[in-house]
């Protein structure tokens, strides 16, 4: 059983595979390379057979809207093409879950110009993500300094949980998308 999980929420990818409940690789790249012409690469670079893999986990957020969706959009064509579950994350979720589980804490992520997060008690979520201009009072914490692990918390985070309609899987969005006609 080999599990893939993803997270492209920023300039940088978080790749793990795990096998039977292992992690036997994590990947980390801060890059200014497209998503988009990275990951392909980086499978075979990493020599991964996507036909070995019998699970997908990948981040919703938070983050940046391009990486994310690029990176939802390849897990969920894998999945598909592979007829294999996918799991979805939040990764302000996975690092409660993982590193924060008896603090009443608020976890953030800097996107662009606005500090996105949520209050979690106890490892669970008591408000949905959402966009603050300021950080609000309370003890915070950036996620930032965890990202190259995300997808590894992400997986250990969620590994209990259902797999998830991949036509339902969308990043979250804290703004509504811009669409031009």
Known sequence: MLILSL?????????SLFENN????????KTSEKTLRLLPSLFSYLDINPKSITTFYVS?????????????????????????PIYTFVNLDAV?????KDQEIFLYRKVSDAYV????????????????KE????????????EHMFSYLGYEAFKNSNPVDLFLVEPI???PPTRVF
């Open 22 to 29: 292992r992690v036997v690789l994590n990947f980390y790249k």
């Open 96 to 100: 409660a879950k993982t590193m924060f």
């Open 7 to 15: 997270d492209t929420s920023s300039s940088s990818i978080s790749l």
């Open 135 to 146: 950080l609000p009072e309370a003890d915070a914490k950036d996620i930032e300094e965890h």
């Open 173 to 175: 969005y804290t703004r």
């Open 60 to 84: 919703i957020g938070v983050g940046y809207a391009t990486p994310l969706r690029i990176g939802i959009n390849f897990i969920k064509a894998m999945a598909m093409s592979l007829e294999k």
């Open 117 to 132: 997060g949520a209050f979690y008690k106890n490892a669970e979520a008591i408000s949905s993500p959402k966009e603050y």
